[in-house]
């Protein structure tokens, strides 16, 4: 049936199709782009078909909440007296991720709409391109942190190759800066993954393996809870533990083996302080890089500017948001107690980067890097949301996922329609572009209110979801305090600031461009094709919300609720 | 004393199990005749390509059918399964070497190079399976003697220059080893190591002179696997030997001793008695080593050159196993050097094929072949990243593996020099990564100084399918590491 296997069509579509289309014989390499295309769109049409199916009703526990989950054991080691590690298959999706999947699918198909000029090694750009999809998808969908993390490692090489191929001038700066930063913050999250699988089992597969259960068949809940108390008892020796990358595992703390280095009962140092706060760290500067997080965003405006428009379309529409979901599902919920602890901290870190990408982009000369400042500044939100801990916060940050994943899409294809045409991205070499450009005008600043959160726009609701959160958590005692949400409102009026700006020095005025004579074509049919989607969406999320949030509320809800008690419940500090 | 009748019949029987070395030792002798008769390289590869099999076959069985360890030759060898399953993994790297080898002009054009080859394997046989040190020094040098002459093969100056250099490292470090070996000797009275009064007799040995000649033979070790500080012969060797002798070279020799590193620590370690702790100073050094490795490989414009710093951080990360002391460990140190032995031919094939078609040897001097070799580019790409340990090839497996173990063995011994340990190996990851993306990146990102005709035709070379074979393996290996663990499962590295 295709919903058994609608996950894994979408990962393996495009993978297969990037095999296909690396094998083309010569004659056929412009059809590349037509493969990439219709890959596409039958991506669109699953997702369709997942939009209807999915069930965004009640639920008891997040970690039962998955649809359309498939689950094949990929990998199991016998480690002997280490016991055996397993590793999955497993994919599935909740309130959590639909959305970015949705959101992924849109953005790579007008990824591929962008990308139909590109005439230089056209084979080798699909190719890489289809490859980045798969593993883009695959990242999303995966509950397995094997198979995340393969995901995760797996998209820096085909990006690294589209930067640094297709790119701008300094592109091999770029691209290698790029793969370098992000490959420490994997580093961090391999430390983690390690620790981690080896203070998990899986009870399910360990009750087969101490015969509690036969196999083949499923496990009741009771057998399970007879595992974990054996476990928790010690009675059931190492050899016969299965160790897990489970990611839903790994979230309940009966399945940690005690005395292990993730146990929340003993205090276990790492470097002076408790391992698990340790291992959340580790997983914050892991994922922060990737969000990215002022001091560790660096990479972002080099790799932004660089890189190829449908580069940077999907690099600012999707793989920023890796980063972000990273944290919910990985950092949060294993380590509920390490983001309750830590949240005064996250929160901090959001603000700062709201202002410091709001204050650089006042000050960027180039467009591009200043919509890459930009971007910065409001994925801030998403971790100021997230820090909140409050249903609002949380709701706000994926919200704003989706949100900037549409808006800054749009935003980088505006500077490529500009640098298409006349080959310059400084702002002061452009004036009174509307004139000669008139529906090119509309569409900048159509996305540019829509970014400063002009209400009637997705980034509206977003915005003002997160401020929520960020006011109504500092009414609990350690948590953000008001200031925080204070200053964060004022990231909104830079934005303003800047947006506006920018419209006046180069839209308004007497037409005036520095280097380019020719003529100054308005938009193309392609490009339109590009922009509607966009705008419809921009439009449709900011006035009907409850499009996005009925899709979320259950398991933001329940996501809220668990970090809440459980970060209580587990957090020690000796 | 044991009448003669009975030494005879020791080594009848231990001849039985001793069947590939003696197969061995006839194809040696067999090349030299086929050398002196046939004047033709096709036929001495072909025979070389034959016999590595066959033993490799042989070796095969006999790890196969080994039920219990057997004593050979009144204990100077011990045939137990470990050693079973690391002859197999030499054989698999001379193999290779050997298939490689077809496209070596220094080693094709004289054919001693072959017998010199197989006597190094011989060595690597004898070290694997050593239980006497006398064994284990005699087996160092029976590597170590060919391995001067290889490194010598392309007859130039450089490279009789770089064999010296190597010679003399080699003797100093075999010397030092022998010196520790006659002290220890002092307090056992005895050489066999894998006796139980040889390990009580160290015991109770002074502290001081023990710690001395501990050091003096460890450095007779460290100089084969090419640990630091006993590393400094391994990039000139590497620069100015053929191609092909390098690939043995970061193989062979480098597991076998490895192979018998492992063994010994446990020795030194005195099973964890030692009032010296070994594990935080090979630990030390294991930092050292792959600290020096990748950040020397990042200055290095030679591609054998960087490769060779390489080897030397691969050193480290399989120091790491050894310094995790646990049975799983040495089956992870065996998963790792199988993923080793098998990217860096492959590796190392592809430098060669460049190397002699189109005569480059520096990383820039690559730039924009992919347009003319597209195939042998992907490959790279791959083995490139397989080396640097990132998913989704066996090197990450490989890296996890031995990670693993070595984070047990921290929370087991809660040593802290091990947890850092554990955060240097996985940083120094982001490191290698600078480096080996080089090749690369000259490759894929520069364009060639002389443009590509249009009516070039794109080079088809058998070396693609033959490291296209290694890729998918390593490839497997990834997705399916349970294939081959099961089997290094059956290996009882207890002793």
Request: one cysteine or more; proline letters at 4%.
């Amino acid at each position: 049936m295709l919903q058994d296997h609608l996950l894994s069509y979408l990962i393996f579509l495009p993978l297969f199709a990037a095999l296909g289309v690396a094998v083309l014989p010569k004659k056929l390499h412009s059809y590349s782009r037509q493969i990439a295309l219709a890959v596409s769109i039958l991506q669109l049409i699953l997702i369709a078909f997942l939009y209807l199916n999915f069930d965004a009703g009640q639920k008891d526990y997040l970690t039962t909440s998955f649809q359309f989950t498939e689950r094949v054991n990929w990998i199991t080691l016998d480690l002997q007296g280490l016991g055996k590690l397993s590793a999955e298959y497993f994919v599935g999706i909740d309130g959590l991720n639909v959305t970015l999947v949705l959101l992924s699918v849109l953005i790579l198909l007008i990824g591929v709409i962008a990308s139909w000029n590109i005439q230089d090694r056209v084979k080798g750009y699909f190719s890489l391109y289809l490859l980045l999809n798969a593993s883009i998808i695959g990242c999303f969908v995966a509950l397995d942190f094997l198979l995340f993390y393969l995901f995760f490692e797996f998209m820096l090489l085909p990006m690294y190759f589209l930067i640094g191929l297709w790119g701008g001038a300094r592109r091999e700066y770029a691209s290698i800066k790029f793969f370098l930063y992000t490959l420490l913050g994997s580093m961090l999250i391999l430390v983690v993954m390690i620790g981690l699988y080896l203070s998990v089992i899986d009870p399910a597969a360990t009750a087969v393996q101490i015969g509690l259960s036969n196999a083949g068949t499923p496990v009741s809940m009771e057998v399970i809870a007879k595992v974990q108390e054996m476990l928790k008892a010690g009675a059931i020796p190492e050899a016969q533990l299965v160790k897990t990358f489970n990611l839903i595992y790994m979230t309940d703390t009966a399945n940690l083996i005690p005395a292990s280095v993730m146990d929340t009962d003993v205090t276990r140092l790492l470097m002076g302080s408790p391992a698990r706060l340790v291992a959340f760290l580790f997983l914050f500067v892991g994922f922060a890089i990737k969000v990215p997080v002022v001091p560790v965003h660096t990479w972002l405006p080099d790799a932004h500017v660089e890189a190829p428009t449908p580069i940077s379309v999907i690099l600012a529409g999707i793989l920023l948001k890796i980063g972000a979901y990273g944290l919910l599902r990985i950092a949060f919920l294993i380590f509920p107690d390490g983001a309750f602890h830590y949240s005064w901290w996250l929160g901090f870190f959001g603000v700062l980067s709201i202002l410091y990408g709001a204050l650089n982009a006042l000050s960027s000369k180039d467009l591009k890097r200043l919509i890459a400042y930009s971007s910065i500044s409001h994925m801030g939100f998403v971790l100021l949301g997230m820090a909140s801990l409050t249903a609002e916060g949380v709701s706000g940050a994926v919200y704003q996922m989706v949100s900037h994943g549409v808006i800054s899409a749009a935003l980088f294809l505006i500077v490529g329609v500009l640098y298409d045409r006349t080959h310059d991205r400084m702002i002061e070499n452009h004036s009174g572009l509307i004139s000669k450009m008139p529906q090119y005008g509309v569409v900048v600043v159509i996305f540019f209110f829509a970014s400063m959160g002009l209400p009637g726009f997705s980034g509206f609701i977003a915005e003002i979801l997160v401020l929520l959160g960020a006011f109504s958590a500092s009414g609990y005692p350690g948590m953000l305090p008001k200031w925080m949400a204070m200053l964060a409102t004022l990231g909104l009026i830079l934005s303003a600031a800047y947006y506006l700006w920018t419209i006046q020095r180069m839209f308004f005025g007497q037409f005036h461009i520095k280097k380019y004579q020719g003529v100054l074509n308005d938009l193309t049919s392609r490009e339109i094709l590009m922009f509607v989607p966009l705008i419809l969406l921009a439009l449709l999320l900011g006035i009907i919300p409850a499009s996005i949030l009925d899709m979320i509320n259950e398991s933001v809800n329940l996501f809220v609720v668990t970090i809440l008690e459980q970060g209580e419940q587990n957090l020690q500090i000796p | 004393m044991a009448s003669l009748a009975d030494k005879l019949s020791d080594i009848l029987n231990s001849a039985v199990n001793f069947g590939p070395e003696l197969l061995l030792v006839s194809g040696i002798l067999l090349l030299i005749v086929v050398d002196l008769m046939v004047k033709s390289s096709r036929w001495l590869s072909v025979v070389s390509i034959l016999l590595a099999t066959l033993v490799l076959v042989t070796d095969a069985m006999q790890w196969k059918l080994l039920e219990n360890p057997v004593a050979l030759f009144s204990e100077f060898l011990m045939l137990d399964s470990p050693a079973a399953a690391w002859k197999v993994v030499l054989d698999i790297g001379v193999l290779l070497v050997m298939i490689m080898a077809g496209r070596s002009v220094p080693l094709k054009s004289r054919g001693e190079s072959y017998p010199l080859i197989f006597t190094l394997l011989l060595g690597g046989h004898l070290l694997v399976m050593a239980s006497n040190l006398l064994i284990v020094y005699l087996s160092i040098e029976l590597i170590s003697i060919p391995s001067y002459v290889l490194a010598a093969f392309h007859f130039n100056k450089r490279g009789v220059e770089s064999a010296v250099k190597y010679l003399l490292f080699g003797a100093v470090a075999s010397a030092l080893m022998l010196y520790g070996m006659s002290w220890i000797y002092t307090f056992t009275g005895n050489l066999n190591f894998i006796r139980p009064e040889f390990i009580d007799a160290l015991l109770n040995a002074d502290i001081i002179p023990l710690t001395i000649a501990t050091v003096l033979m460890l450095s007779g070790l460290l100089f084969k696997i090419a640990a630091v500080p006993f590393h400094i012969w391994a990039p000139d060797a590497y620069t100015s030997s053929p191609t092909a002798v390098v690939a043995l070279f970061s193989t062979v020799p480098k597991l076998a001793g490895f192979s018998i590193l492992a063994k010994w620590f446990l020795v030194i370690n005195l099973f964890g008695l030692s009032s010296i702790d070994w594990v935080s100073i090979l630990s030390v050094i294991a930092m050292i080593t792959l600290l020096i490795g990748n950040f020397s490989a990042l200055r290095q414009s030679s591609v054998k050159r960087m490769l060779a710093y390489s080897s030397i951080a691969h050193t480290g990360f399989m120091m790491v196993a050894i310094v995790s002391v646990s049975e799983q460990a040495s089956r992870n140190l065996f998963f790792y050097a199988t993923v080793y032995t098998l990217m860096n031919i492959a590796v190392f094939t592809l430098v060669q094929l460049l190397e002699h078609k189109e005569n480059i040897t520096k990383a820039e001097e690559y730039k924009g072949m992919i347009r003319k070799y597209p195939f042998t580019g992907v490959l790279i790409v791959v083995l490139m990243i397989s080396l640097a340990g990132l998913p989704p090839t066996g090197g990450f497996t490989a890296k996890l593996l031995v990670f693993t173990s070595l984070w047990e063995a921290y929370d087991y011994t809660q040593n802290p020099v091990l947890l850092y340990l554990f955060l240097f190996g996985l940083l120094n990851t982001v490191i290698s990564l600078f480096f080996y993306l080089k090749v690369p990146f000259f490759m894929i990102f520069r364009e060639r100084s002389d443009p590509q005709k249009d009516g070039e035709q794109k080079n088809v070379v058998w070396e693609n399918y033959f490291v296209m074979i290694l890729v998918l393996v390593i490839l497997f290996l990834f997705f399916k590491p349970d294939s081959l663990m099961d089997v290094i499962n059956n290996i009882s590295f207890a002793f």
